[in-house]
């Protein structure tokens, strides 16, 4: 496993957000168009669902080697839990959604508006799943390697509500614009130089 992250999760897990989110936009959108570009993002549609689901049984895999392995606490190993549990929601759906586009499509029949009902429902459960692994990360510091220092060299942009880069910013701007005062006293010089070569 490379050092750089504990896991693979959070690599695959955005093929399956951003294929399986641009599936059920398509479904949704191609009833409304006309013309050739309807059968393209049809097309377009059965293969993010089918491409999506496929990488995400890879997505739940690596997810639940992460669950097994990251080091928690007690209200972290909740809040994995339930994102666990909304993904196990996600998966289910999904496949069964991209079964029965495959079914449909090899028989030859359309997709009607109970299917994009249910890819609708399922993108909404995609997105709960999606919103408590957020959670996960960056409310309770799971699978973070590090977390970075709030102050320190060359941070010296301001933060809303009198952050510390109030303080420090300034100060180091301060620093900066004095390090980068110049000195004029030889721009008279030039300039009567300049004015005698012109007469």
């Known amino acids: 496993m490379p050092e750089i ?3 693979l999760h959070p690599i695959f897990v955005h093929f399956t957000v951003a294929l399986l989110s641009l599936s059920v936009a398509l479904f949704v959108v191609t009833p409304f168009i006309q ?3 309807k059968t393209q993002w049809q097309t377009v549609a059965r293969w993010s669902l089918w491409f999506g689901a496929a990488i995400t049984v890879i997505t739940a895999l690596t997810g639940l080697n992460a669950y097994n392995t990251v080091a928690h606490d007690t209200p972290s190993h909740l809040a994995m839990t ?4 909304w993904a196990v929601a996600t998966i289910t759906l999904f496949l069964l959604l991209a079964a029965w ?4 499509v090899r028989k030859g029949k359309t997709l009607g508006a109970a299917f994009v009902v249910c890819m609708v429902v399922a993108g909404a459960v995609l997105g709960s799943t999606a919103w408590h692994g957020g959670e996960v990360v960056y409310r ?3 699978g973070v390697m590090s977390l970075p220092q709030s102050s320190g060299d060359g941070h010296d ?4 509500g009198g952050g510390h880069g109030d303080h420090h910013g300034a100060a180091s701007s301060h620093d900066e614009m004095s390090e980068m005062d110049m000195d004029f ?3 008279d010089e030039m300039m ?6 012109q007469h």
């Open 5 to 7: 992250i504990p896991n």
């Open 82 to 85: 339930d994102h666990r549990n």
């Open 35 to 37: 013309g050739p570009l």
């Open 101 to 104: 586009s495959i079914i449909w």
């Open 192 to 197: 009567d130089d300049e004015e005698q070569h």
């Open 140 to 142: 309770y510091g799971l």
């Open 157 to 160: 942009h301001s933060h809303a």
């Open 185 to 187: 006293s030889g721009m």
